[in-house]
């Protein structure tokens, strides 16, 4: 249902852009917004986070990590484990277009981050904590 609702709201809607600290980031897939979350493509905002990503093709497993922590996940299921403790995610991961897409709030919990979606300049805003963004204040979008 959230990938049907997810797909729906990017073919009908502006897509937003993403920045992670302050660096604005391409993706051939953008984020979704729904009225349930946003949703980032996982590797694109990883990446810029400093992770890595791995996808497994036979077991379906997504892998991110991050200096010591490892957060395991599959799409279509709220069961993950972060660094081999079993959590629920808020919202399960989905495909669209081949990219998984995972919601912020599982951003925020596996690098610390806080994401927003401005809904006024259409864009999602990730940041990490200890990370200064030349010439932003700390509370700034």
Do not use: C, W
């Amino acid at each position: 249902m959230t990938a049907l609702v997810a797909s729906l709201s990017l073919a009908l809607s502006t897509p937003a852009t993403i920045s992670v600290d302050g660096q604005r980031l391409a993706s051939d897939v953008p984020p979704v917004t729904t009225p349930g979350g946003t949703y980032l493509p996982l590797r694109t905002v990883a990446d810029a986070a400093g992770a890595q990503t791995s996808f497994d093709e036979h077991s379906g497993a997504i892998t991110v990590r991050r200096g010591t922590d490892v957060l395991r996940m599959r799409a279509g299921t709220t069961k993950a484990t972060l660094n081999g403790r079993s959590v629920e995610l808020a919202h399960a991961p989905f495909t669209v277009r081949g990219r998984a897409m995972v919601s912020g709030a599982t951003i925020a919990a596996t690098f610390g981050s806080t994401v927003r979606f401005d809904a006024k300049h259409q864009r999602v805003v990730v940041r990490t904590p200890g990370v200064v963004v030349a010439g932003a204040a700390d509370d700034e979008p």
